[in-house]
């Protein structure tokens, strides 16, 4: 009964999942600059200026709507996931049927 538990446990934790980040568009907030906006978010300068057709002498205003990347980023924890599975299918200590 044990072992079929923690073999449902384990299928469960291993199959991974898969999020979406919602936040491929920023609000710029009053004193934002481009250059902030992309290191805040981890993108190059020039690329979230590209994307969003700006160039060095163009200014952004409070309100403006910012593309930070040109599709949403995918993520899968599926690492983490058989990390958390192989701890639970090794805890086997009641080995009942």
């Given amino acids: 009964m044990i072992k079929a538990f923690l073999r449902t446990i384990v299928i469960l934790i291993g199959s991974g999942s898969t999020w979406v980040s919602a936040q491929n568009q920023y609000t710029v907030q009053p004193g934002d600059t481009a ?10 300068c020039a690329d979230l200026m590209a994307l969003n057709g700006l160039d060095e002498n163009d200014i952004i205003y409070p309100g403006q709507s910012l593309k930070i990347t040109s599709e949403p980023e995918v993520e899968s924890d599926t690492e983490e996931s058989q990390a958390q599975a192989a701890t639970v299918a090794t805890d ?6």
């Fill in 35 to 44: 250059c902030e906006i992309a290191e805040r978010f981890e993108v190059r």
């Fill in 92 to 97: 086997t200590s009641d080995t009942t049927d």
